[in-house]
């Protein structure tokens, strides 16, 4: 359709042919807005369409004409119930709406339409004027909007922290489903009243102050404190934005939250053990060093480490090892260093200098320790100076006592010799005095002699026995161990000691014993033992008695036994028999003769070899001596 | 007989006369070597703990000599325990008496000795 023919269409049918160049006019406004027009007859038929109509529908303008605007605008057969053209027919008036319409790609577009009605001169609507604006970008903006409100909404209401808003007075505003279940209470109770109740009375100072923060740029700030919440006080961390009018004036404040008790509470116990390892690396005696491997640095260090070489913490901070180590150099220093990253430990003994100049020796136990690859070493100082002194003393004095030994041993063995020469000279001459070699003697000249010679028999077997223990007593005198058979050597003891025993008219036995029975041990001095024991039990038993040895195999050693029908021990004395120079009592001492070192020298004998002996009283008389050997 | 305690000297040679030996003495290992040639004696009592030379090294130089290879030694001292061993001539003792003795264990031990 032809512009002119519209203008002239138009005009004729509202008779405004003298208006025709302000109609002209009229049609140019209307082809520039940015609205679609359409003149519309009573039939729904359009009679003028202008260029912002054509272009949105994208029809020719000359197949536009006469079409029905029900085809051409929704492509359907008759106008639908909710066209505002039919409205605008039926109400005489003016009707508007919105609608969509689907173009030829299927996509939708959206409408705001308006109808105006056209009268003739006599009031009859004679044309409709239907304007229509594409609202679809609008349209999608507002769902667009709509939807994002939902998400968020949806977003606050589901998660787990808890979102408020309060007013600047701190009346709440707005509070989610999270919030709620927190702190156990109905929203509508909670909406218009303050959230300050609610805040641990510890914390609200702290809280209000913090909150005193959202005043100033930027706008936001970070507050611990405990609520009162359903499960009683927490700890909640607050996140809190102050929302703001154009002014700056806050309008409200947004607070998200959430439940930091359990974290609050490993810190707590972090912070509880740090408190507790701090005190031990600050009151150890000892210094407790960390050093940085690579440099050496002393990264941390309690104050004994300064303390106790003479710095102050500062000038400790500056100084290295090498400054204070006396024996390495600082090579050494760096290799010994190396050396533990290495091996992963290190103990050693050094010395240090202190402030100073004293040496001081240290003990050092380092261990390397790798934190974000970085090697780290970690020292203890063990200052040992007074404890080498006193090492070096007590070294000294064992030396000292050692040597005295010695010099004790040299001593006895050399007294003892010295003594047992004239003593052999006294009984050589009272032996001839009592042989009458060199004449006569009357009987009581002869027993003297005899009395003499004796005692210098029992001296120099006295002599022998202080010798034989103090050789037993010194170190130097180590047990010479072989493997040997038990029984054959207490067969030849008891076959030796079978002549003084006969003298005294006293048997000696030997139980049976396998020959394979052995023992290790020293065998001399095995000997001495039994020699010693059965020499005591022939002493101490009277004549035709008995004295009976055994041997037999026991768990881990052998237990040999020597049992009498001698005097016995007297109870109470029992444990003093081992004593050195001990006899039963004076009296027996003078019957029986003896140094009284015997059962010293057999006692030694035992422990040199890591046995027991035990002498115990026969139920019905007698003594049994139980020696046990591994 | 060899002894450096001259009283012990005395009193040994007064016990073997009485038993009806000979008896020679001297006071030390040099002396007693020196004069063995002459002597030829039968048997030999000698002591240990000397000045100068010792019984053993005494015994040793004895053995080696021809006069004295086979002639018998016991040994009179005041040392309890092993010796001979020690220097391994324990074949070469014929006996061992450990002062002060008992006169009879003395006339005894040479009396075996001789026989």
Not at chain 1, 356 to 373: A, F, Q
Request: proline fraction near 3%; aromatic fraction near 6%; glycine fraction near 6%.
């Amino acid at each position: 359709m032809k512009k002119q023919k519209l203008i002239h269409y138009l005009g004729g049918e509202v008779g405004a042919s003298a208006h025709l160049k302000e109609s002209k006019e009229l049609e140019h406004v209307l082809d520039g807005i940015d609205e679609g027009v359409l003149v519309l007859n009573k039939r729904y038929g359009i009679i003028w369409a202008n260029k912002y109509f054509i272009r949105n529908l994208r029809y020719p303008r000359k197949r536009v004409a006469g079409l029905k605007c029900y085809k051409v605008i929704h492509n359907v057969g008759s106008p639908c119930r909710k066209c505002v053209v039919r409205d605008m027919f039926k109400k005489g008036s003016f009707c508007e709406s919105a609608h969509f319409h689907t173009e030829k790609d299927g996509s939708r577009v959206w409408h705001e339409v308006k109808a105006y009605p056209l009268f003739d001169k006599a009031g009859k609507i004679i044309h409709a004027v239907y304007i229509f604006r594409d609202v679809t970008e609008r349209k999608k903006a507002e769902d667009a909007l709509r939807e994002s409100e939902e998400r968020y909404r949806g977003l606050v209401e589901s998660q787990q922290d808890l979102v408020v808003r309060v007013d600047p007075k701190g009346q709440f505003t707005f509070i989610n489903d999270a919030y709620c279940r927190k702190f156990g209470k109905k929203r509508e109770a909670l909406l218009g009243k303050t959230f300050m109740p609610l805040v641990h009375p510890d914390d609200l100072p702290a809280t209000l102050k913090a909150m005193e923060g959202l005043k100033v740029p930027p706008y936001r700030i970070r507050v611990d404190q405990r609520a009162k919440t359903a499960q009683g006080w927490r700890w909640i961390a607050w996140e809190d934005y102050a929302i703001r009018d154009k002014k700056g004036n806050t309008l409200e404040i947004q607070a998200v939250g959430r439940d930091i008790t359990d974290r609050k509470r490993a810190e707590g116990a972090l912070r509880d053990s740090e408190e507790r390892f701090r005190s031990i690396f600050e009151q150890a005696p000892d210094s407790i060093l960390l050093l940085d491997a690579k440099t050496g640095e002393f990264l941390e260090f309690n104050d004994r480490a300064h303390e106790n070489l003479g710095y102050t913490r500062e000038e400790f901070k500056k100084i290295r090892i090498p400054d204070i180590e006396v024996f390495e150099s600082p090579r050494d220093v760096a290799d010994h260093i190396k050396k533990i990253v290495r091996k992963g430990s290190d103990i050693f003994e050094t010395k240090q200098r202190t402030k100073d100049g004293r040496v001081r020796d240290i003990l050092v136990n380092t261990r390397c320790i790798s934190l974000g690859g970085r090697d780290f070493i970690q020292a203890i100082w063990r200052d040992i100076t007074e404890r080498k002194k006193a090492e070096e003393i007590i070294k000294r004095e064992v030396e000292k006592l050692r040597q005295l030994d010695r010099m004790k041993s040299e001593f006895v063995s050399i007294a003892s010799h010295e003594i047992k020469t004239p003593l052999s000279v006294i009984k050589a001459y009272s032996e001839l005095l009592s042989s009458m070699v060199l004449g006569d003697l009357n009987e009581k000249q002869k027993e003297l002699a005899e009395k003499i010679s004796k005692n210098a028999s029992h001296l120099a077997e006295l002599v022998n026995e202080i010798l034989d223990l103090s050789r037993l007593e010194s170190e130097g005198h180590a047990i010479i161990k072989s493997s040997f058979s038990i029984r054959d050597l207490v067969q030849e003891t008891v076959e030796e000691m079978n002549v003084p025993a006969h003298k005294k008219n006293l048997s000696l036995g030997f139980d049976a014993t396998p020959a394979k029975l052995m023992l290790t041990a020293d065998r001399e001095k095995i000997r001495r033992l039994l020699r010693n024991i059965i020499d005591n039990a022939i002493k101490f038993t009277p004549p035709l008695g008995r004295i009976q040895v055994s041997a037999k195999s026991a768990v881990g050693g052998v237990l040999l036994n020597i049992s009498d029908t001698g005097i016995g021990i007297p109870k109470g004395e029992l444990g003093k028999v081992f004593d050195k120079f001990y006899q039963v009592d004076s009296s027996t001492s003078r019957r029986y003769k003896g140094a009284g070192l015997g059962l010293t020298i057999c006692k030694k004998i035992v422990e040199q070899h890591g046995g027991t002996i035990k002498l115990e009283n026969m139920r019905g008389g007698g003594t049994l001596v139980t020696v046990f050997l591994p | 007989m060899v002894d450096d305690e001259p009283e012990m000297i005395k009193a040994i040679k007064i016990m073997l006369e009485s038993g009806g030996y000979v008896v020679h003495t001297t006071a030390s290992g040099v002396e007693c070597l020196n004069v063995v040639d002459s002597i030829k004696p039968d048997l030999i009592l000698l002591d240990i703990r000397m000045p100068q030379m010792d019984g053993w090294a005494t015994l040793k130089k004895l053995k080696a000599k021809g006069v004295t290879k086979k002639t018998k030694v016991i040994v009179v001292t005041v040392e309890k325990g092993p010796g001979a061993e020690i220097f391994g001539l324990q074949d070469d003792v014929a006996d061992y008496i450990t002062k002060p003795f008992e006169m009879k264990v003395l006339l005894d031990s040479v009396r075996r000795a001789l026989k």
